[in-house]
């Protein structure tokens, strides 16, 4: 059974730096796409940023230069850094995966079939 467990949020300032982590566990795929999708209070969960088992990365054009996903695979981890934060960073943020060759592609932000619980970050002004 695939879990996703994320840690790591928090409430800071603008400008600040947060690093979000998830342990993932309860699979042996050597294909898979995890990613970090985020929902403000109202809004529409979003792709924040995705990484493939072969390293390939893809962002949204919101977080670009500010965030940077990488995985240690050692550890079964998924890092988001986030620096430079912004008000508008303020959302809960989930880590999801799914395990099948190419779904980091084109559509990466489209929805994931597995999902953490989620951590919340708050960024004040």
Same mark, same amino acid.
């Given at each position: 059974?695939?879990?996703?467990?994320?840690?790591?949020?928090?409430?800071?300032?603008?400008? #600040?730096?947060? =690093?979000?982590?998830?342990?993932?566990?309860?699979?042996t795929?050597?294909?898979?796409?995890?990613?970090?999708? =985020?929902?403000?209070?109202?809004?529409? =969960?979003?792709?924040?940023?995705?990484?493939?088992?072969? #390293?390939? !990365?893809?962002?949204?054009?919101?977080?670009?230069?500010?965030?940077t996903?990488?995985?240690?695979?050692?550890?079964? !981890?998924?890092?988001? %850094?986030?620096n430079?934060?912004?008000?508008?960073? !303020?959302?809960?943020?989930?880590?999801?995966?799914?395990?099948?060759?190419? =779904?980091?592609?084109?559509s990466?932000?489209?929805?994931?079939?597995?999902?953490?619980?989620?951590? %919340?970050?708050?960024?004040?002004?």
């Open positions: 059974q695939v879990q996703l467990v994320e840690s790591g949020g928090g409430s800071v300032q603008a400008g #600040g730096s947060l =690093r979000l982590s998830c342990a993932a566990s309860g699979y795929y050597s294909s898979y796409c995890m990613g970090w999708f =985020r929902q403000a209070p109202g809004k529409e =969960r979003e792709g924040v940023a995705a990484i493939d088992s072969d #390293g390939s !990365t893809s962002y949204a054009d919101s977080v670009k230069g500010r965030f996903i990488s995985q240690d695979n050692t550890k079964n !981890t998924l890092y988001l %850094q986030m430079s934060l912004k008000p508008e960073d !303020t959302a809960m943020y989930y880590c999801a995966a799914d395990f099948f060759e190419g =779904r980091c592609g084109g990466w932000s489209a929805p994931f079939f597995y999902w953490g619980q989620g951590t %919340q970050v708050t960024v004040s002004s």
